[in-house]
C-alpha cells in the first residue's frame, strides 16, 4: 500500500510559475517510479512527466516539455513538479502516481500505475 498526497497547487497568472509536490508512504520510496498526470474539466486524463526510480531518466508529455519539470528527493519521499511559463490550457486538476512494478525505466501510460494521489487544482488565468 502506498499513500499519495498532493500539494502547491493554486490560482496562478499565465506566465507565472508554481511547484507541486508528492509525498509517499507506505513502501520504500526508492523502489518505484512516478508519475504526474492532470485532468481540465470534459478532457481525459493525460500523462505531464514521468521519473524513473532513482531520478535518472524523466519523460514529458510533448505539451509542457521545455517548460516542466520532474525531481525527485528520495530522502524525503517527495516528487516535485515545477511548471514554468504556464498556460491557461494547464489548468486541471494534477495527480501524482506510483508504478510499483514497472521497469527502470518512467512509464507514461495511466494504466500503469497503482496507486494515485487525490489531486491538486492548477488554475492558470490569462
Known amino acids: 500500500q502506498v499513500q499519495l498526497v498532493e500539494s502547491g497547487g493554486g490560482l496562478v497568472q499565465a506566465g507565472g510559475s508554481l511547484r507541486l509536490s508528492c509525498a509517499a508512504s507506505?513502501?520504500?520510496?526508492?523502489?518505484?517510479?512516478m508519475g504526474w498526470f492532470r485532468q481540465a474539466p470534459g478532457k481525459e486524463r493525460e500523462f505531464v512527466a514521468a521519473?524513473?526510480?532513482?531520478?535518472?531518466?524523466?519523460s514529458f508529455a510533448e505539451s509542457v516539455r521545455g517548460r516542466f519539470t520532474i525531481s525527485r528527493d528520495n530522502t524525503k519521499n517527495t516528487v516535485y513538479l515545477q511548471m514554468n511559463s504556464l498556460k491557461p490550457e494547464d489548468t486541471a486538476v494534477y495527480y501524482c502516481?506510483?508504478?510499483?512494478?514497472?521497469?527502470?525505466?518512467?512509464?507514461?501510460?495511466?494504466?500503469?500505475?497503482?496507486?494515485w494521489g487525490q489531486g491538486t487544482q492548477v488554475t492558470v488565468s490569462s
Open positions: 521519473i524513473n526510480r532513482s531520478g535518472a531518466a524523466a
Open positions: 502516481a506510483a508504478d510499483l512494478n514497472g521497469p527502470s525505466w518512467p512509464r507514461i501510460t495511466s494504466r500503469e500505475y497503482d496507486y
Open positions: 507506505g513502501r520504500t520510496f526508492s523502489s518505484y517510479g
